[in-house]
């Protein structure tokens, strides 16, 4: 099965790097990315 996500999605992931960093939620800005990045990938495996 493949897992498609709008263009609205993706925005709004990538704005929630700079949120997480900007709210004190990660130190580092790359923590916030991997964080992103492992979302990505739990969405992708785990919607049936």
């Known amino acids: 099965?493949?897992?498609l996500m709008t263009e609205e999605?993706?925005?709004y992931l990538t704005e929630l790097v700079q949120v997480l960093y900007?709210?004190?939620y990660f130190?580092?800005?790359d923590?916030?990315?991997e964080y992103?990045?492992?979302l990505?990938?739990?969405i992708k495996t785990s919607l049936p």
């Open 31 to 33: 923590a916030a990315i």
């Open 1 to 3: 099965m493949k897992v």
């Open 36 to 38: 992103i990045f492992d």
């Open 22 to 24: 900007d709210e004190s």
């Open 27 to 29: 130190g580092f800005e």
């Open 9 to 11: 999605v993706d925005d």
């Open 40 to 42: 990505y990938d739990d």
